[in-house]
């Protein structure tokens, strides 16, 4: 029985993560950038330490989003009238999924601008 909840706790879940991606545009974007991401890491053999800051990226941001997806669903139940204060909260929580998407494209671009400079500099 216990091994039952355990595997519903985990269909439930990847229920959720799809939910959003289908459903929520900027989960597309950032799943999409993550793609490029690795496609452009396995490119330039990015180091172990790199993968792992970009991982944590990846999970970071796509957390992020599907936290400010739920947070919005449950604003629009609990206020389905525009109300300031409902949209402070989703204005808030959209905040802090961008400071994370900006910060990963910092980190992003400490790790892919000497790699991208350093191909430029052979191939010219």
């Excluded at 993560?17 to 950032?30: D, F, G, P, V």
């Excluded at 991982?55 to 992020?64: E, G, L, T």
Aim: glycine share 4%; hydrophobic share 60%.
């Amino acid at each position: 029985m216990k091994n039952k909840k355990l595997i519903n706790s985990f269909k439930y879940a990847f229920k959720g993560i799809a939910s959003t991606l289908l459903s929520e545009r900027n989960m597309k974007i950032h799943v999409t950038i993550m793609a490029l991401v690795i496609i452009f890491g396995v490119i330039f053999n990015i180091s172990v330490v790199e993968w792992f800051l970009c991982i944590i990226c990846f999970a970071i941001v796509i957390s992020a989003e599907i936290f400010n997806t739920a947070l919005e669903q449950m604003v629009d139940i609990a206020m389905p009238e525009k109300d300031p204060r409902a949209k402070f909260v989703k204005d808030v929580a959209a905040g802090g999924v961008l400071v994370m998407a900006i910060a990963s494209a910092i980190i992003g671009l400490i790790i892919f601008v000497p790699k991208v400079l350093e191909f430029l500099e052979g191939v010219l």
